[in-house]
């Protein structure tokens, strides 16, 4: 005799091992590695994007050196076309 519980549960989990298999054989085919799925893992991939980001920044849109530091600690010299307005 099955209970009522193990009834339910049964129900719930019919196509599980389908869905499952479907979803890593679309993830297999897109060439999309899953995200982490833990705390630390999740942490460990957003240092690595602040990482790409700060690099992406300290290089600049165009190349060049945003930090002052490669001018001796002085400004950046910015052409007036590259300036916008920011409303507020």
């Known amino acids: 005799m099955v209970s ?3 009834e339910r549960l ?3 989990t019919v ?7 479907a979803v890593a054989h679309a993830l297999a085919e ?3 590695a899953r995200p982490p799925s833990t705390m630390s893992g999740q942490l460990g991939a957003f240092r690595l994007e602040v990482k790409e980001y700060q690099r992406q920044i300290e290089r600049g849109a165009s190349g060049a050196v945003v930090r002052g530091e ?3 600690g002085e ?3 910015l052409p007036v076309e590259k300036l916008h307005e ?3």
Do not use: M, R
């Open 4 to 6: 009522k519980f193990e």
């Open 10 to 12: 049964q129900a719930k």
């Open 15 to 21: 196509e599980s091992a389908e869905k499952a298999e």
């Open 30 to 32: 897109t060439g999309q």
């Open 70 to 72: 490669a001018n001796g």
């Open 75 to 77: 400004g950046v010299e």
């Open 86 to 88: 920011v409303p507020g």
